[in-house]
């Protein structure tokens, strides 16, 4: 699994980058599961939460949360963030692979490209099996990737994520080596740098990982391959109705899976 040690377990940093305004995301999961539960969402778990800013949303809401992430510094981050909004959330620092809650729940999701740190087929059926048996019956699964168009097998892309808060800088650069996926595997080298400037100083951290690239029609095979889930659709962003294509308003690619009876 790809670890990015240096990025991710400077979590202070890594959230001055990263935080935004996530509540149309919130809004979109909310309904999505009473679209197709006909009830409210009662439960969640965020995987790869990092500081944990959608399990903290809806722990706002009401809903019995837990965040789920590989680096025990992210969730020390993510909790010590709940104690400042006044939320409880149960954090649970583990592999995405084979955990398990002490009770299933509504909802799962994983933002912001981190499935693809699954680097082989193994480890995503893996993966979605763990799900399943983590949902309430008809819960659902959700995670978002890059649209293909803006990364893909034929270029990565550019990507750049920068913050400021507090006098402290960040800017961390995703894919600065301009990798390039192996075309059997799909698995690129990947370098990224965390740039910070705080008090006057400038440090730089650099750090590679591996990452799998995953098209869509290979998600619906290996969600069949994994079993006990079925895909519902896929989204180009967090808008209802909005189905993934090629148009300018298409910017991500959005899974919606569901739990079989």
């Not at 649209?147 to 270029?155: I, V, Y």
Request: net charge negative.
């Amino acid at each position: 699994m790809a670890e990015f040690n240096e990025v991710y377990a400077r979590a202070g940093y890594y959230d001055i980058a990263f935080s935004r305004d996530i509540s149309r995301e919130v809004d979109f999961i909310f309904a999505e599961y009473a679209r197709l539960n006909g009830r409210p969402l009662r439960s969640l778990l965020e995987i790869a939460c990092g500081p944990g800013y959608h399990a903290r949303a809806f722990a706002k809401q009401n809903v019995e949360t837990f965040g789920l992430d590989l680096r025990p510094e992210m969730i020390d981050f993510a909790r010590d963030k709940a104690k400042d909004d006044g939320v409880d959330v149960h954090w649970i620092a583990a592999d995405m692979r084979g955990f398990k809650l002490p009770h299933a729940v509504d909802a799962i999701i994983t933002m912001y490209d981190s499935l693809d740190c699954l680097s082989d087929n193994d480890d995503i059926v893996d993966h979605f099996k763990t799900v399943a048996a983590n949902l309430t019956p008809q819960g659902i699964y959700l995670f978002e990737l890059t649209h293909p168009r803006d990364c893909s097998m034929h270029g990565y892309g550019n990507h750049v994520y920068s913050g400021e808060k507090n006098g402290t800088k960040v800017e961390i650069k995703w894919a600065v080596n301009n990798p390039r996926h192996d075309a059997f595997t799909q698995v690129a080298e990947v370098e990224t740098t965390l740039r910070v400037i705080e008090h006057g100083k400038e440090t730089l951290y650099r750090d590679r990982a591996r990452e799998r690239y995953l098209s869509p029609q290979e998600l619906v095979a290996l969600t069949k391959l994994a079993g006990g889930l079925r895909v519902v659709d896929c989204y180009g962003d967090f808008i209802p109705g909005l189905r993934m294509d090629n148009s300018p308003a298409s910017r991500r690619m959005i899974f919606v899976l569901q739990k079989l009876s």
